[in-house]
T-cell receptor, first 115, second 114 residues
Framework: GNSVTQMEGPVTLSEEAFLTINCTYT??????LFWYVQYPGEGLQLLLK?????DKGSNKGFEATYRKETTSFHLEKGSVQVSDSAVYFC??????????????FGRGTSLIVHP | DARVTQTPRHKVTEMGQEVTMRCQPI?????VFWYRQTMMQGLELLAY????????DSGMPKDRFSAEMPDATLATLKIQPSEPRDSAVYFC????????????FGSGTRLTVV
């Protein structure tokens, strides 16, 4: 079956530091890959996505590249801000054998950015 | 921006009481999910609807939970009777079918059963 593995958190950084959150996946076929962000007290928000190999998704200074050869979709940001503190979820979307499109989420990685 | 609306935002209830959570998906979205989020288990899929028909509710405890979509603008999740272990944040998400699309989540209902 499909699965997503994320690095465990929390990830603690100082403001303006470089961020990497690792994500690897297992899936049959050609899934789409997503990063969602969850701020305290809110639901998940779609941050970026990539739908085929070598695509780069980007939004709000975050980016991730769909690497089929390493089955990875690592999230990066060059200079984090305190306002980036949140929980980040990697997810994949693929059609199941039964024809449904239920997304598979990772466990989430908490990011804490200190001033 | 279009939003998924969930009510209530917070609910405190006594064990054994019925709880109903509601979700208004984004107009035009025909795919709806219910998730439960806890610290221990993370995000758990409870139910999945397409065009108002339940396609997967295998993650839902059938003896006490039920999910319905009486019309395209309303999805409901009921717990009867509620138990303390049901305390969690319940999210509704809507979207379009197909694995290229992301989904829009509501702000959740934080349920506390005492």
């Amino acid at each position: 079956g499909n699965s997503v593995t994320q690095m465990e958190g929390p990830v603690t950084l100082s403001e303006e530091a470089f961020l990497t959150i690792n994500c690897t996946y297992t899936a049959t076929g050609y899934p789409s890959l997503f990063w969602y962000v969850q701020y305290p007290g809110e639901g998940l928000q779609l941050l970026l996505k990539a739908t085929k190999a070598d695509d780069k998704g980007s939004n709000k200074g975050f980016e991730a590249t769909y690497r089929k050869e390493t089955t990875s979709f690592h999230l990066e940001k060059g200079s984090v801000q305190v306002s980036d503190s949140a929980v980040y979820f990697c997810a994949l979307g693929a059609q199941s054998e039964g024809g449904s499109y239920i997304p598979t989420f990772g466990r989430g990685t908490s990011l804490i950015v200190h001033p | 921006d279009a939003r998924v609306t969930q009510t209530p935002r917070h609910k405190v209830t006594e064990m054994g009481q019925e709880v109903t959570m509601r979700c208004q998906p984004i107009l035009g979205h025909n795919t709806v999910f219910w998730y439960r989020q806890t610290m221990m288990q993370g995000l758990e899929l409870l139910a999945y609807f397409r065009n108002r028909a339940p396609l997967d509710d295998s993650g839902m405890p059938k003896d006490r939970f039920s999910a319905e979509m009486p019309d395209a603008t309303l999805a409901t999740l009921k717990i009867q009777p509620s138990e303390p272990r049901d305390s969690a944040v319940y999210f509704c998400a809507s979207g379009l079918p197909g694995h290229n699309y992301g989904y829009t989540f509501g702000s959740g209902t934080r349920l506390t059963v005492v």
